[in-house]
Nanobody, 121 residues
Framework: QVQLVESGGGSVQAESSLRLSCVLS????????MGWFRQAPGKEREFVASIGWRGANTGYADSVKGRFTISRENLKSTMYLQMNNLKPEDTAIYYC??????????????WGQGTQVTVSS
């Protein structure tokens, strides 16, 4: 049973930075593409970023390109999302996801519980 645990969320001012982490247990992280989604109040969950099995391929939503960077350390079974120049519209619950077979907005076999990110102006 794969388990995903996110950490690193918080409340920050606009233009600040945060780094989210996601630890995978119950399997070898190298077998999974990994990704981040987010859900703002009153909105549907949306794709943020994803990274391929070995980390060579990454993809981003247009709204975060140039500001967010996704990475992974397979030896630590951990994925990261470095978020710079945060904006109030980035306020959401951020969810980590893992998928053996899919990558990008279509992925979502396993989900974490989420971590809250709040950005004030």
């Amino acid at each position: 049973q794969v388990q995903l645990v996110e950490s690193g969320g918080g409340s920050v001012q606009a233009e600040s930075s945060l780094r989210l982490s996601c630890v995978l247990s119950g399997g070898a992280i190298s077998n999974y593409a990994m990704g981040w989604f987010r859900q703002a109040p009153g909105k549907e969950r949306e794709f943020v970023a994803s990274i391929g099995w070995r980390g060579a391929n990454t993809g981003y939503a247009d709204s975060v390109k140039g500001r967010f960077t996704i990475s992974r350390e397979n030896l630590k079974s951990t994925m990261y999302l470095q978020m710079n120049n945060l904006k109030p519209e980035d306020t959401a619950i951020y969810y980590c996801t893992a998928d053996r077979n899919n990558y990008g907005p279509q992925m979502g076999a396993w989900w974490g519980q989420g971590t809250q990110v709040t950005v004030s102006s």
